[in-house]
């Protein structure tokens, strides 16, 4: 039923799990020793996070932070706010932020100054997809997913006005979803 509403599949649910997979075997052995904290970006990172922590074979654990773009949500004004901070203390930790896409780079920009000033051990970034041609601030990451094209996605926990982050693969929405023909 929702696939109905997709114009192209960009990634199968294959395509993911093969990408989890190598993501979680670079994270395994990068952090042998060690203890990271998995810091999940709400909401869009959550389906990702929950599959990509089954496939590190290590301890870790798992924080959510959300943050919000000041303005009208279309053109980001560039100012980020906390909604949810994080319940565990950062300092002398491990962490790893867990993004479902970086576009601008504005939220990862915000959140690892913010982060920096807490004292962490070490601050790296996994991103399943990164769309480095809409970069508008110079962001790092560690470990990408894959490189998407300059187009609007959904599933697998990326939205459309809140819907279709329970779908299991990514795609371009029709058209006319947006239109609302
Ligand atoms: P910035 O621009 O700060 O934004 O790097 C990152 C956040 O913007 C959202 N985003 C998307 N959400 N499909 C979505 O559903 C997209 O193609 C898309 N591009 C950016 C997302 O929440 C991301 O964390
Ligand atoms: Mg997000």
Known sequence: MLEQDIERILYTREDIQRVNE???KQITADYQGKNPLMIGILKGA???MTDL???IDLHVEIDFMDVSSYGDGTISSGE???IK???TSVQGRDIIIVEDIVDTGRTLNYLMAILKTRQANSIKVC???DK???RVVPVHSDYVGMEVPNEFVVGYGLDYAERYRNMGTIGVLKPEIYSGK
Do not use: Y
Request: charged share 35%; net charge positive; hydrophobic share 50%.
């Open 46 to 48: 959550i389906v990702f």
């Open 85 to 87: 901070d994080l319940d």
């Open 53 to 55: 922590i089954r496939e």
């Open 132 to 134: 480095p041609s809409r």
């Open 127 to 129: 991103t399943l997809m």
């Open 22 to 24: 190598k993501l979680g």
């Open 80 to 82: 980020v706010k906390i």
